[in-house]
C-alpha cells in the first residue's frame, strides 16, 4: 500500500472514473452537497480521509468526492491510499453509510441487493427477533453478509431465484427478500416440505392444509386494505401456518394477542 497526497484537477477525477470498473451507486445529493462546499471555499482538505484505489485500480472509497470535483470544477488536494487490497471495501467505515448491497456491487455479485435483503431476512428469523420490540439485536454487517453468502454462493444464488419466483408466483403480496428468508429457515428444516409450502402458499394450487389458504386470503386482503398487518404479525402468522402445515393441523382463524401468547418459532417436527 502507498500513501500520496495528489492536486486532483476534475480531468483527473475524470480518468479515476473512467478506469473504475465497479462501483456502487451513485447518491447524487451527497455529490452536490460536497461540490456545493468546494464551490462555497468551506471544503476541508487535510481531514485525513482518503481516496482509496485497489491493485485493480477499483475506487474503494471516494467515488462521491471525485464525482464532486468533477460538477464543481475545481481542483483540490486529496490523500490517496493506493494499491489497497480489494477484500477491504466490506469493512470500509465511510460518511456515507455503505450497504451490503454497495459491496456485493463492487464485488460484480449479480442479485446485488437481493441477496443481501434476504439474508439479513433470514437472519432475524434464525434469531427468532423478527418482532421489533422484541428488544435490541445487533444487525448483521456487510461482511458477515458477505462472509454467509461467500460460504455457499450457489446455495443463495439458486435460493434467491425461486424468492423472486414466489414474488412473481404470489402478485408480489410480499417481498422477495421476505419470501427468501423465510424459504431460507424452513429449507434449513427439511429441503423438500419447505419448496412444497411455499409453492402451495404463493400459486394456491394444490392446496393441502386449509390454514395456508386462510393465510392467503389474509394476505391478499391485506394487500388491498388501508390499513396493513404489520410485517411483524405477518411473520407471526406464516409461522403458525407453518407449524399447522408440518403437524397436520389446522385453523380456521390466524390471530395473535401478544399479552397473552408467546413468541411463535418455526416448528422443526
Not at 481542483?75 to 480489494?86: G, I, K, N, P, T
Not at 390454514?211 to 410485517?231: A, F, Q, Y
Request: proline share 1%; glycine share 4%.
Amino acid at each position: 500500500m502507498e500513501f500520496k497526497k495528489i492536486l486532483v484537477t476534475p480531468t483527473l477525477a475524470k480518468q479515476y472514473l473512467e478506469a473504475n470498473v465497479k462501483n456502487r451507486n451513485v447518491n447524487q445529493g451527497q455529490v452536490i452537497f460536497y461540490a456545493n462546499q468546494m464551490e462555497s471555499g468551506k471544503w476541508k482538505e487535510d481531514t485525513g480521509e482518503c481516496i482509496k484505489i485497489s491493485k485493480e485500480g477499483v475506487i474503494l472509497d471516494g467515488q462521491h468526492r471525485l464525482l464532486a470535483i468533477i460538477r464543481s470544477n475545481k481542483s483540490m488536494f486529496f490523500h490517496f491510499a493506493l494499491d489497497v487490497e480489494q477484500d477491504v471495501f466490506s469493512v470500509l467505515d465511510t460518511g456515507k453509510q455503505r450497504s451490503a448491497g454497495d459491496v456485493f456491487k463492487i464485488e460484480g455479485i449479480s442479485y446485488a441487493t437481493a441477496i443481501p435483503a434476504v439474508i439479513s431476512c433470514y437472519h432475524l428469523y434464525k434469531n427468532n427477533i423478527y418482532i421489533k420490540d422484541s428488544g435490541k439485536h445487533k444487525k448483521l454487517s456487510n461482511s458477515q453478509i458477505l462472509d454467509t453468502y461467500n460460504n455457499d454462493r450457489l446455495y443463495w444464488d439458486e435460493l434467491v431465484k425461486k424468492a423472486e419466483i414466489f414474488k412473481k408466483d404470489f402478485q408480489k403480496i410480499l417481498t422477495s427478500a421476505m419470501l427468501g428468508g423465510i424459504y431460507a429457515i424452513l429449507n434449513d428444516i427439511d429441503k423438500n416440505k419447505s419448496l412444497d409450502f411455499m409453492q402451495q402458499l404463493t400459486t394456491g394450487r394444490n392446496i393441502t392444509n386449509d390454514t395456508i389458504l386462510v393465510l392467503r386470503n389474509k394476505l391478499i386482503e391485506d394487500k388491498l386494505s388501508v390499513s396493513k398487518i404489520p410485517l411483524a404479525i405477518k411473520t407471526i402468522y406464516i409461522i403458525k401456518t407453518w407449524n399447522c402445515f408440518l403437524s397436520n393441523k389446522e385453523i380456521k382463524v390466524l390471530k395473535f394477542n401478544k399479552q397473552k401468547e408467546e413468541q411463535p418459532t418455526f416448528n422443526k417436527k
